[in-house]
């Protein structure tokens, strides 16, 4: 059974940076894409990242491109997202979620963890 545990949640200032790491386990994944989702309150959940943990591809959603990196460690079973330049409007609880398939549709990440809540104060 597939098993995502999210840390490195917190708060922060805007324009600072936070990291979020998020362990696998459960089975191989090298035919899976690892994400992270968000949701603020009120509002639905969205694509943030995603990375093939085959090769590496990564895609990105417009409004945190050039801000936010995500990598994976296949070693470790590891996936990471650095999130520089942050903004208010990044609070949400983030999830590391996995797919068969690498989307930017969240719906099709049906493996998700518990989240982890960032903060942004202005």
């Known amino acids: 059974q597939v098993q995502l545990v999210e840390s490195g949640g917190g708060l922060v200032q805007a324009g600072g940076s936070l990291r979020l790491s998020c362990a696998a386990s459960?089975?191989?994944?090298?035919?899976?894409?690892l994400s992270w989702l968000r949701q603020a309150p009120g509002k639905e959940r969205e694509f943030v990242a995603a990375?093939?943990?085959?090769?590496?591809?990564?895609y990105y959603s417009d409004s945190v491109k050039g801000r936010f990196t995500i990598s994976r460690d296949n070693a470790k079973n590891m996936m990471y997202l650095q999130m520089n330049s942050l903004k208010p409007e990044d609070t949400a609880v983030y999830y590391c979620?996995?797919?068969?398939?690498?989307?930017?549709?969240?719906?099709?990440?049906?493996?998700r963890g518990q989240g982890t809540q960032v903060t942004v104060s202005s």
């Open positions: 979620a996995a797919s068969t398939t690498i989307t930017t549709r969240v719906e099709w990440y049906g493996y």
């Open positions: 459960g089975r191989t994944f090298t035919n899976y894409a």
């Open positions: 990375i093939s943990w085959s090769d590496g591809r990564t």
